[in-house]
């Protein structure tokens, strides 16, 4: 063990050798010391346990392993995706992507000076919120708007405006976690609000709201359940009907909507899909809902409500610090504008042309990367019928009818085929299914197809 320790060179002798100062030339001696060490602490270590090191430190190899730990470090990992699993707002893939005209607001606005918060009429200090706020209650019908930077920030900042030592009510049935520890219960109490659960998990009525009613009640809050579905013997007050409670009581609806839907989607059979308009309309006072989800925009978190309301929530000091960025508001203001007339959001927004795209049209398709596909090397791939999902919350019961490329490879398991085609570039995220990887290009855009079937032929080399 001594006689192998012994061996170890000095950091810095070994640093001044020509064969590190190539490494310390391009990522800096600093960081080539540190990770050296790191290297010498695990010998070390090791060496207690009586292992060996693998490689000399002189070795060409151990060059090899330095720089890729090197460039591991440089943190350029963060990556463009092929998302080939079908779920269309894939949380953990940066949810929706982009209509090129968000890109290109977000392009023109990043790169030089802009009016973000000058009146250019007036000379004058302006909002930065009038970018979006004429766009958005035009499209929900609400008085006025307001945006921070997610939904989970704007169900904190109205909890915290409306309900801060006072009591808000909530079904037991609405406490939901979404990932990302999103857990309701816990969001009220940092709000400053006490939260007072009624009803039961499976049924509520609104006698168990109008029960709860005290002198320190502000509110009474309704979340859309996202990621999960009660079903069976289940019941809970619409809307209207905790909109009328509010009213009588002069208490505050407030809704956590999540997606944000802004038109119907029944055309994916997505109907059941509550809009920001139809939740408005109901009587709701503070309408909540994120901004990339099925509203195809950048994260944000929109708060539409009466104008008194929205003007109280821009007294918040807590705004600033949940303010939404120059970037993101570029893309809201762009993507929003895709909304309007003459424009088809369904068929310009990149969420929902994915979750609208029809079965056939993706078999189509499908059918033409196969012929692609079969060509490589040791992979056999067939068509099958399979459902997609909208993801991020949205309907999570309700499976959209798909096809999906089903592959099978002479020498790798499902598992490894996916490691593979994850490890490539570009990084393909496929879904396993029963044993099998499945290849889902209802959300592959058009133009990265090209990319997909390149990179799945490179990643079986
Ligand atoms: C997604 C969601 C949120 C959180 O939205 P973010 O934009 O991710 O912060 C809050 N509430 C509901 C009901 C949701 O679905």
């Known amino acids: ?104 607001a977000v392009n023109r606005i990043a790169g030089s000076y802009s009016n973000l918060e000058l009146g250019l009429q007036t000379g004058k200090r302006s909002s930065r919120y009038q970018h979006v706020e004429a766009l958005l209650t035009r499209l929900s019908g609400a008085e006025a708007a307001v945006v921070v930077n997610n939904c989970a920030a704007a169900v ?53 709201f109008s029960d709860a009613l005290s002198n320190e009640t502000r509110a009474l809050l309704s979340s859309h359940p996202s990621n999960y579905r009660i079903s069976g013997f289940t019941a809970k007050p619409g809307l209207k009907v905790l909109a009328e409670l509010a009213r009588e009581n002069q208490l505050l609806l407030m809704h956590d909507l999540g997606s944000g839907a802004l038109v119907d989607l029944e055309v994916a059979d997505l109907s059941a899909e509550p809009t920001v308009r139809a939740c408005v309309a109901a009587g709701a006072d503070v309408v909540m809902c994120s901004g990339d989800k099925l509203l195809g925009g950048p994260q944000a978190g929109l708060i539409l409500g009466r104008a008194e309301l929205i003007a109280r929530i821009k007294q918040n000091p807590m705004l600033r610090a949940m303010r939404i960025d120059k970037l993101s508001l570029a893309a809201l203001n762009a993507t929003l504008r895709l909304y309007l007339p003459p424009n088809d959001p369904l068929a310009r927004i990149p969420v929902l042309r994915m979750i609208c795209e029809d079965k056939a049209s993706i078999e189509r398709r499908s059918r033409r990367a196969l012929q692609r596909l079969i060509a490589i090397p040791g992979l056999e791939a067939c068509l099958q019928d399979d459902v997609s999902f909208a993801g991020g919350g949205s309907l999570p019961m309700s499976g959209i009818p798909s096809t999906v490329i089903q592959l099978h490879h002479e020498t790798f398991d499902a598992a490894e085929l996916a490691h593979r085609l994850r490890s490539g570039e570009p990084p393909i995220i496929s879904r396993i299914a029963n044993d099998r990887c499945h290849l889902s290009l209802r959300t592959v855009l058009e133009r990265d197809t090209e990319d997909l079937i390149g990179a799945v032929g490179r990643a079986l080399e």
Not at 14 to 39: I, K, T, Y
Not at 159 to 181: A, K, W, Y
Not at 182 to 207: K, L
């Open 156 to 208: 904190l900042l109205a909890l915290n405006t409306f309900c801060r030592d006072g009591e808000v009510v909530i079904s037991r049935s609405e406490l939901i976690e979404i990932g990302g520890s999103f857990r309701m219960p816990d969001v009220i109490a940092r709000s400053g609000a006490r939260m007072v659960e009624v009803g039961t998990t499976n049924r509520t009525h609104v006698s168990d």
């Open 1 to 104: 063990m001594s006689q192998a320790l012994r061996q170890l060179p000095a950091i810095d002798r070994w640093l001044r050798s020509d064969f590190a100062s190539d490494l310390c030339a391009e990522f800096g001696r600093n960081e080539v010391a540190v990770v050296m060490r790191s290297h010498l602490d695990r010998i070390r270590a090791n060496a207690v346990l009586g292992v060996d090191p693998p490689v000399g430190l002189e070795d060409a190899a151990y060059f090899a392993l330095l720089r890729a730990d090197l460039v591991k470090r440089r943190c350029d990992g963060f990556r463009r995706v092929i998302n080939a699993t079908g779920i269309v707002i894939h949380t953990n893939l940066g949810r929706a992507p982009l209509a090129d005209e968000a890109i290109e």
